[in-house]
């Protein structure tokens, strides 16, 4: 099946810095990938929306400015945190969707766990 | 606004037995794909079923099938045979039309026992 892959898995970082994490399809050319949030035991929260070549669309209550997405081609996008706050501390989700599948089956990456001190 | 309900934070089932995830979903659009993740202690998304709206006939991959009951906008996971590896977050969610962009339940935990 179609594999997605996140680096860093962990990063701890002190706050103020910034922190970038690669979302990368490895067989297959996403047009589209997503970027998701989610805190302990709670369900995955869109934040945007990237397509290759385009501006992310954020989704409402995400700061674009906090959250630079960039999608620079079809197997890679970028989510960096900006000026990272310990509220930023979170588990971080990609996904990308296949290239003309009916389907629109979106594949997952690994995670990555944000913790910021 | 488009929500997905899942009404069940919590369940238990013996293994071997068999258990049904709910979960219901609100939406005006008539193309639209629903789907079944499930989320180990790994964190790893894993893709269980996925049902086209249009489809009548409720989908199976083995162990697991799906009640979809489109007029009642329902979508339940049935797990047969449950195994100690089925333990596990089980998020309900669909996509709509062209967009493909996921609306996700709050979840359910399944917990399995031995």
């Known amino acids: 099946g179609a594999v997605v892959s996140q680096h860093p898995s962990r990063v701890i970082c002190k706050s103020g810095t910034s922190v970038k994490i690669e979302c990368r399809s490895l067989d297959f050319q996403a047009t589209t990938m997503f970027w998701y949030r989610q805190f302990p035991k709670q369900s995955l929260m869109l934040m945007a929306t990237?397509?290759?070549?385009?501006?992310?669309?954020?989704e409402q209550g995400v700061e674009k400015d906090k959250f630079l997405i960039n999608h620079a081609s079809l197997t890679l996008s970028t989510l960096t945190v900006t000026s990272a706050h310990p509220e930023d501390s979170s588990f971080y989700i990609c996904?990308?969707?296949?290239?003309?599948?009916?389907?629109?089956?979106?594949?997952f990456g690994p995670g990555t766990r944000l913790t910021v001190l | 606004a488009q929500t997905v309900t899942q009404s069940q934070p919590e369940m238990s089932v013996q293994e071997a037995e068999t258990v049904t995830l709910s979960c219901t979903y609100d939406t005006s659009e008539s193309d639209y794909y629903l789907f079944w993740y499930k989320q180990p202690p790994s964190r790893q998304m894993i893709l269980v079923i996925r049902?086209?709206?249009?489809?009548?006939q409720n989908a199976t991959e083995n162990r697991f099938s799906v009640n979809f009951q489109k007029a009642a906008k329902s979508f339940s996971l049935k797990i047969s045979d449950s195994q100690l590896g089925d333990a596990a977050m089980y998020f309900c969610?669909?996509?709509?039309?062209?967009?493909?962009?996921?609306?996700f339940g709050g979840g359910t935990r399944l917990m399995v026992k031995p």
């Open positions: 969610a669909y996509t709509i039309g062209a967009g493909n962009m996921l609306t």
């Open positions: 990237s397509n290759e070549g385009s501006k992310a669309t954020y």
């Open positions: 049902q086209e709206a249009y489809k009548q």
């Open positions: 996904s990308a969707s296949l290239v003309g599948l009916a389907g629109r089956e979106q594949f």
